[in-house]
């Protein structure tokens, strides 16, 4: 039995415009993204999505003169695939050329054009000329000029209606001698409180035994750090939802990594989960 395809947007236009930001925003709405098909095979995919029962709800696909078909086609393939029950939109974004040439000289990449053998102006003027075809029928045609990353993200979620996926929280535990993870946006020194590494009973276990979450429960300091931390995410982490962010990671540091960060993160996560916060994970670097 097919299944109809709820969403396929094409994502189209000059390099250098932000298609690759895009993208990222795209997949972090959870829409399955697929760079750079060639054109002539845009049908066929689609054709082979709409026959599996498990295929992704959103569909993603780049299209731009890195292809090697002949764009001119892609109105014809998208009638077809619009025949086969698809709904296709086409997101075209361009952006002025000193800026496109601004920001190649600022990340000191190669154009794709360039190894035509043009220079980097050249390659401007070629790629915009080769997606006329595409920009004739895009559905939104969107500007990046005066925009960064973070505003075309905006912009992208304006236009096509989209909610975002929430902003999904990841509770760390780690070590300091291992040095703090370098993705923490928000860390929290748990030396400060009674270590049950110096009992030996509790020694060979992990804040995730319940001899030790018995242990730290029953510590003052601790309730008072649990209550004060908590105070603290409750308050800043929901701003983060109105940013731009997918993720955030909230590190908890102990000495050995074992008891006192890995308590902490599973009982800052627990909260959360009980919070209805829309994705909660838990990763304890020293015992995972």
């Not at 075809?133 to 990353?149: F, G, H, Y």
């Not at 035994?209 to 018995?214: P, T």
């Not at 649990?226 to 909230?250: A, G, H, I, N």
Request: net charge negative.
């Amino acid at each position: 039995m097919s299944v109809t395809l709820p969403s396929l947007l094409i994502v189209s236009g000059m390099s250098g415009s932000g298609k690759s930001g895009a993208l990222h925003t795209l997949e972090d709405l959870g829409y399955y993204c697929v760079d750079n098909l060639p054109a002539e095979l845009l049908p066929d995919f689609v054709r082979r999505m709409l026959a599996n029962d498990s295929a992704p709800s959103r569909i993603a696909v780049v299209i731009d003169a890195r292809n090697l078909g002949d764009l001119s086609e892609v109105p014809q393939a998208l009638s077809q695939i619009g025949a086969l029950g698809a709904n296709p939109r086409l997101l075209f974004l361009e952006a002025r050329d000193e800026v496109v040439l601004r920001r190649y000289a600022d990340t000191r990449r190669r154009h794709p054009l360039s190894h035509l053998g043009l220079g980097l102006a050249d390659a401007i003027a070629l790629d915009r000329q080769a997606l006329r075809p595409l920009r004739k029928i895009a559905d939104i045609l969107l500007d990046t000029s005066e925009m960064n990353v973070h505003q075309m993200r905006r912009r992208i979620l304006a236009e096509f209606g989209l909610e975002g996926a929430g902003v999904a929280l990841m509770f760390e535990s780690f070590a300091y001698r291992h040095g703090v993870p370098i993705d923490a946006d928000f860390v929290f020194d748990a030396r400060v409180l009674p270590n049950p590494h110096w009992d030996a009973r509790l020694r060979p276990l992990s804040g995730r035994d319940e001899l030790v979450r018995h242990y730290l429960d029953a510590q003052a300091d601790v309730s008072v750090y649990v209550e004060q931390v908590q105070t603290f995410l409750d308050r800043w982490l929901p701003k983060l939802r109105s940013e731009t962010r997918s993720y955030v990671t909230v590190a908890f540091g102990c000495s050995g990594g074992r008891h006192r960060s890995v308590y902490l993160a599973e009982r800052l996560a627990q909260h959360f989960r009980s919070a209805d916060w829309p994705e909660v994970a838990v990763h304890h670097r020293e015992l995972d």
